[in-house]
Every structure is written in structure tokens, then in C-alpha cells.
């Protein structure tokens, strides 16, 4: 992730986190904000491959315990 990526979801993850949205996947193209993905943020698919670790499974249970 660059800066401002993570300065593009410092700015959305309160409005995000307000409306019960806790994992989403965002896109940034040039430094822009094109995509806010959240029915299918499938980034941690690709990290969970190219890394072969288990991420997701970890995402889902974190997801699972701020329901609760």
C-alpha cells in the first residue's frame, strides 16, 4: 500500500465503519479513489495465493466477532 492509499481509507473508514461496513476492498488508480468494493473484496484472495498464507479465514473471524 502506498500513503495515499492508506490516507484515501483513513478518510473513508469512518463513514464505512457507520453505516456497519468493516471489510471492504477499495480500489486507487493515480492516486485516485475509483471503487468502493463491498460484496466482493477479493484482494485477500489474491494475497491469500501469491502468499499462501490464510488471511482470509482470519478476515472472516474478525469480521465475525465485531457482530456480536
Known amino acids: ?3 495515499r492509499d ?3 481509507a483513513q478518510l473513508l473508514a469512518p463513514k464505512l465503519r457507520a453505516d456497519g461496513l468493516y471489510f ?3 480500489d486507487v ?3 485516485y479513489l475509483t ?3 463491498v460484496t466482493s473484496p477479493t484482494g485477500i484472495r489474491e494475497v491469500d495465493r501469491l502468499e ?5 479465514k482470519r478476515a472472516i473471524a474478525w469480521i465475525e466477532s465485531q457482530r456480536k
Not at 499462501?52 to 482470509?56: L, R
Open 24 to 26: 471492504v476492498g477499495i
Open 52 to 56: 499462501g498464507v490464510s488471511v482470509g
Open 35 to 37: 471503487e468502493v468494493n
Open 6 to 8: 492508506r490516507e484515501i
Open 29 to 31: 488508480i493515480g492516486g
Open 1 to 3: 500500500m502506498t500513503e
